[in-house]
């Protein structure tokens, strides 16, 4: 045994404060039993049976009480005393912020290095025997506050009779006697009636990945980082449990061990003085008499940024109690400490023998929330300085958007690079005084002919984006991209989130948008512009956030934009959908010698280049390739570990920043995405917003005349309202965000001017485009659309006289025919097309044979 004295401080508010003034106090340091007191076995198994027992439970209970009392940080600041405190008024109700006492409340938050700087061996048990630890260090918390509110209780005595006069001396001593008494024993009512003190822990531990975790991790602290998919409704777990015999009421308390999942049988026997007369099983829970926890269920999945790619994203189970339930709900990323653990599930088909196989969960002892994928990372100095130095580039706003994607080569890509790189910076999220929110994602559809780089265009910014999700649109479902509700092995409901939920904060990619199936469609519409997701299913109603932009990429109805329709026609989305899009491409596959021959030379510099790179790669490293290939997350992290250093990522922006020349790489591009989000929130200017009132009347004056000019006085009104592109209040909100986000760049907190300019003409050349070539090609006054509508108009004539109903003749051979009497082939071809979609013409063998069915 050690002994210490404290030494009493000079003025009367320190005394009154420490309340070890004068204290002789004593702590064992032997946190290990004697090794006499251990099982003599030579059998390693006995061994590690008896780990728990070799740890001296009340050495730790007496080490962490004095933890929570002594330790400080500078003289007189003592950190885990006032929470203690803090946490005792606001359970009671005597805090002057709170109203009702506050059951969930009774919680502690310890940091292990605060542990490790007090005590290395009590560290060292939190991790390596959490389990059996903690217990006893909940109880320490308990002393801990019971000597602090009888410490209390005995200063305000003290104090109160060195006022009364010496007449009364005598009678105060009594009083004073009886009234420490009372307090002290006040104070142990209080405690007895609140709820156990839960100990929480949080720490800077290395973070372990959920596919990481093997069989020596099992009965350890560890770290794991994750995002929430799913959650249980809250259950409550016995903790102790009061019997009574149903025949002579005898009672007994049985505690209940074991964890969340843990077991407990009532007695065989009663344990009264006619145990014969009971029978067996006598003994019945009384519920009012016995204690309760909070427990809920949740799942933990690795982040989509983090899964190798090819492999499937791992999850496992998760049991949080008291305060750490509903503290997380789907699509919540995570940092939690825990403690792997394992159970048995429950099988019907099992026959009570015993299963050497158990099921692995997370017993979590710690868990802080990542709000936000900008609010959670770190940046170095140096990292900040490269970043302020590229913001401060009149060019900034190139060298980014000449960064997306670099492969991908052609003038049309100028502006939806820029596009995306808006995407990937966004708006500013805005919340009005009533309640309301305005989102700050920006959402981009492309819409074109295949072989325009659009998949690519959606796979790349998945990768660049903080927190990015790929989905194709055959494949998804409405619950897969919103919410739904599943049902467990036990017959409960419990809710599991979707793509949109899952990438909260960052972009989904959805390719193939027109393949969705329509009523799918329709579910993400509140996802879109709410940024919300409704679940009311099998009596679960709520709402998850869903802040995600959406990035999607289509094809027209017909394979290929067909000029001769209308965008109607070639578009096959609702309006309402449409509408959603702060910006809309019409993606075109020109025909131009010199266009072509430019993207040939550029896809051609392209695979010359990359053959050349892995055939040095492939000479070199073929032995370490091999390797990597055959542990796919090997290979990813090493990829990661070489390029996301602070080191690579700050001398990439550097070197960029002050040359001018080059690109930023992904993993810089996205730390400086990072950056801006976290450290820039732009604002409107009036000048700003006085320009974009002013642009946005003239937009919807000009839509108005030219709908008028294509369809008369009298139809105008009518169309424009059913323009399948329109341009409503929503691509006002658009344009400001557009402006807001061109701002963020350059890390400047007010929009500029020319950042409204460079959001109209993004719009102009985009959504405006679009609606314009809606226009124009509805336009029967246009004489290139009309000679075009005739000479189909007579290859369809021409068609139906030469093939009579039942007849198969060669397609070829029939286009050769009509050309030889005057027709355009091409336009016989696209009325072959037609009249095959109208069910009037079939295309046999692979289209090489056309019969006429009517």
Known sequence: LEYYATKSHSSNINKIMDFDDDRLYYSHQALQQDGNSRRNSDSNAATMDADNDNVNLMAVRRHFREFLRNYRQGPHRYLYRDRLLRMHRRISGNDNNTNEMDANGSKLSVDLAHVGEYDTALLGLLLSQPAA???ALELAAEDALK???YDL???????ESRQNTDATAAANNVNTTTTTQNQGEYANAQLDAMTHVQILLKGNLAPTPLRSIKAEHMNRLIKCPGIVISTSPPKSRATQLMVRCSRCLNTQIIPVTGGPYGSVSLPRHCAGDDSQQCGLFPYSVVPDESHFVDRQNLKLQESPETVPTGEMP?????AVE?????RAPPGTRVQVLCIPTLFNKINSSSNGSGDSVRTVYLRVVGLARDYAPGESATFSPREEEAFRLLSKRSDVYDILSRSIAPSISGSYTVDIKKAICTMLFGGTRKRL????????????LLLGDPSTAKSQFLKFTSRVAPVGIYTSGKGSSAAGLTASIVKDARGEFYLEGGAMVLADGGIVAIDEFDKMRPNDRVAIHEAMEQQTISIAKAGITTVLNSRSSVLAAANPVFGRYDDLKSASENIDLMTTILSRFDLIFLVRDVREEERDRMICKHVMGVHITNSRGDGLDNSRNLRSRQLEEDDPLERNMGESTLSNSAQAIAENIMRVATTGVGELDVPAMKKYIQYCKARCAPRLSEQAGDVLASSYVKIRDDVRKRSIDSSG?????NDDAQSVIPITVRQLEALVRLSESLAKMRLDNEVQPEDVAEALRLF???????NAADENSGNSNNPIASSQVQELERSEAFLRTRLSIGTIVNKQRLVEEAASQGYNAMAVNKAIVIMAMKGQVQERNQGRLIKRIK
């Open 133 to 135: 630890v903690l217990p």
């Open 147 to 149: 000597s602090l509110l």
């Open 153 to 159: 209780s005995s200063n305000n005595t003290e104090g």
């Open 314 to 318: 791992r999850s496992v189970l998760m």
């Open 322 to 326: 008291r305060s750490l339930v509903d």
């Open 433 to 444: 005084p009533d309640g309301v929110r305005l989102r700050g994602d920006i959402n981009v």
């Open 713 to 717: 006085t009298g139809a105008g009104r």
């Open 764 to 770: 102009r050349v985009s959504t405006m485009a679009a």
